[in-house]
């Protein structure tokens, strides 16, 4: 079985900075997307920011040029930069990756059970 564990959330002040963290562990043979996702009460779970193994990322529009996502492949970690918060960012932030884990085993996708980010003065 493969885990994944958010950390580094909590209360932070309109206009701070928080990262966010998660450390992927179990049966890993290859990972290949790692994702950021975020839901908030009654919203749909959204995709905020993707990177690929060779480090290419993209961004939804909401977070472009405020988050910064980034992965040390050797940790099996994949981190969530945020930058100028606003209080729109509260939510639950999830991590997402993309496992294989073995070399004869299918691609399978793996979530952690998420970590709250609370943006408030």
């Known amino acids: 079985q493969v885990q994944l564990v958010e950390s580094g959330g909590g209360l932070v002040h309109p206009g701070g900075s928080l990262r966010v963290s998660c450390a992927a562990s179990?049966?890993?043979?290859?990972?290949?997307?790692m994702a950021w996702y975020r839901q908030t009460p009654g919203k749909e779970r959204e995709l905020g920011a993707t990177?690929?193994?060779?480090?290419?990322?993209k961004y939804a529009d909401s977070v472009q040029g405020r988050f910064t996502i980034s992965r040390d492949n050797a940790k099996n970690t994949v981190y969530l930069q945020m930058n100028s918060l606003k209080p729109e960012d509260t939510a639950v932030y999830y991590c997402?990756?993309?496992?294989?884990?073995?070399?004869?085993?299918?691609?399978?996708?793996?979530w952690g059970k998420g970590t709250l980010v609370t943006v408030s003065s």
């Open positions: 997402s990756a993309e496992v294989k884990p073995s070399f004869l085993a299918t691609w399978v996708a793996a």
């Open positions: 179990g049966s890993i043979f290859s990972i290949n997307v």
């Open positions: 990177i690929t193994p060779v480090g290419s990322t």
